[in-house]
């Protein structure tokens, strides 16, 4: 009985791990995101921007 509840125990413990990574993550690609969709927005006023172009190609990976 002891054994499975350290199993169950370390089994939410583990779960927790996951979890925050996984939002982590969320955020990460959220923000990512975000400034994709600015900068586009961006660009649509002032599409001769060097800065603004070079900023959205390293976020899409060019």
């Given at each position: 009985?002891?054994?499975?509840?350290?199993?169950?125990?370390?089994?939410?413990?583990?779960?927790?791990?996951?979890e925050g990574e996984y939002y982590?993550?969320?955020?990460?690609?959220?923000?990512?995101?975000?400034?994709?969709?600015?900068?586009s927005v961006y660009l649509n006023?002032?599409?001769?921007?060097?800065?603004?172009?070079?900023?959205?190609?390293?976020?899409?990976?060019?």
């Amino acid at each position: 009985m002891i054994f499975m509840k350290r199993v169950m125990e370390g089994e939410r413990e583990m779960g927790k791990k996951v979890e925050g990574e996984y939002y982590g993550e969320v955020e990460e690609i959220e923000g990512g995101d975000f400034v994709v969709v600015e900068v586009s927005v961006y660009l649509n006023t002032d599409p001769d921007d060097e800065d603004g172009v070079k900023e959205l190609n390293e976020y899409w990976g060019y």
